[in-house]
Nanobody, 114 residues
Framework: QLQASGGGLVQPGGSLRLSCAAS????????MGWFRQAPGKQRELVATITSGGSTVYGDSMKGRFTISRDNAKSSVYLQMNSLRPEDTAVYYCNARTYSSRNFWGQGTQVTVSS
């Protein structure tokens, strides 16, 4: 129901853009966002954006990552710049409806390495 794409291998300092599209079976989406999980660590917030465009970022992502959204396409995007090895993780797309139903994508691997 959430299809993410755009992960891959990038060198430190490089950029990647993640995309996630919600299928038509998910209605009335309020918030969309990205979380990530590195091996041996808990899942953490990357960024979220509401249908009105309000954003929240994890502390280590501020100034480097930009989240955006296309409500008409039920899609969310994450532009990641100045990537660091510690950004290596599986990135998960998330969507939450106005009725508080929560949906997760399948995850896309981002590896930052030289």
């Amino acid at each position: 129901q959430l299809q993410a794409s755009g992960g891959g291998l990038v060198q430190p300092g490089g950029s990647l853009r993640l995309s996630c599209a919600a299928s038509g079976s998910i209605f009335n989406i309020n918030m969309m966002g990205w979380f990530r999980q590195a091996p041996g660590k808990q899942r953490e917030l990357v960024a979220t954006i509401t249908s009105g465009g309000s954003t929240v970022y994890g502390d280590s992502m501020k100034g480097r990552f930009t989240i955006s959204r296309d409500n008409a396409k039920s899609s969310v995007y994450l532009q990641m710049n100045s990537l660091r090895p510690e950004d290596t993780a599986v990135y998960y797309c998330n969507a939450r409806t106005y009725s508080s139903r929560n949906f997760w994508g399948q995850g896309t691997q981002v590896t930052v390495s030289s």
